[in-house]
C-alpha cells in the first residue's frame, strides 16, 4: 500500500545509453513532481505535471523527457545518459489545492552513470 | 529566484541536548515546509506552517513560521539518537506548484 512506488531503486548504466523510471501513487493527488537530489543532498525541481499537464519544467536538459500517461503516473526517460546525471532522482505527488501544502516522496532511484 | 538557506549545515550533538536549525530566505513563500530524510529514503513530512508567526508542536519538536513569512525555525528538546538524519526546509509558491528546498542541515545525534 505503499503511497508514491518507483522503480527501479538503483539503476546502474553506461554512458550513452537510454533509460526510464517509473512512479506511480495511489493517493489520488492532482500534482505530481520529478526531483534530482545531488551528492550534496541538495534537492532540486525538475519537472512539474497537474493532470497530465506540464507546469513546471525547470531548466532540464531535453535529454530528460517525462510523460504522464494519467494522473497517477509520471515516468523519466533519459536518453544519451551523460556521466553528470548520476544522482538520486525523487518522485513525488502534492495535492494541489489542499490548504496544507505538502509533498509525499517515493523512495528514490539512485542512478549511477558509468 | 528563490532560494532558501539553511543554518547550520552540520550539527552533533549528545543525546539529550537541545538544538535549533534555521531557515532563512528573501522571498515570502505562500507555506514552509520541514522534512527530514535518513539515509536511502525519500524525505518525509513533518509538519507545514501557512501563517505567519505560527508555531506548531510535534511531541519534542517546535516549528515556528516567522511573522512575514521569510523563515523558520526548528527547535528540538532532548534530542535522541532516532532525531538523526537530514533535515530540509521547503517554500511552496504559486500554492504548491513549486516547492523550492534547502540546503539542509545534517544532525547527528550520539548516545
Known sequence: ?114 | TQLLEQSPQFLSIQEGENLTVYCNSSSVFSSLQWYRQEPGEGPVLLVTVVTGGEVKKLKRLTFQFGDARKDSSLHITAAQPGDTGLYLCAGADNYGQNFVFGPGTRLSVLP
Open chain 1, 1 to 114: 500500500d505503499t503511497a508514491v512506488s518507483q522503480t527501479p531503486k538503483y539503476l546502474v548504466t553506461q554512458m550513452g545509453n537510454d533509460k526510464s523510471i517509473k512512479c506511480e501513487q495511489n493517493l489520488g493527488h492532482d500534482t505530481m513532481y520529478w526531483y534530482k537530489q545531488d551528492s550534496k543532498k541538495f534537492l532540486k525541481i525538475m519537472f512539474s505535471y497537474n493532470n497530465k499537464e506540464l507546469i513546471i519544467n525547470e531548466t532540464v536538459p531535453n535529454r530528460f523527457s517525462p510523460k504522464s500517461p494519467d494522473k497517477a503516473h509520471l515516468n523519466l526517460h533519459i536518453n544519451s545518459l551523460e556521466l553528470g546525471d548520476s544522482a538520486v532522482y525523487f518522485c513525488a505527488s502534492s495535492p494541489l489545492g489542499d490548504s496544507l501544502e505538502k509533498l509525499f516522496f517515493g523512495s528514490g532511484t539512485q542512478l549511477s552513470v558509468l
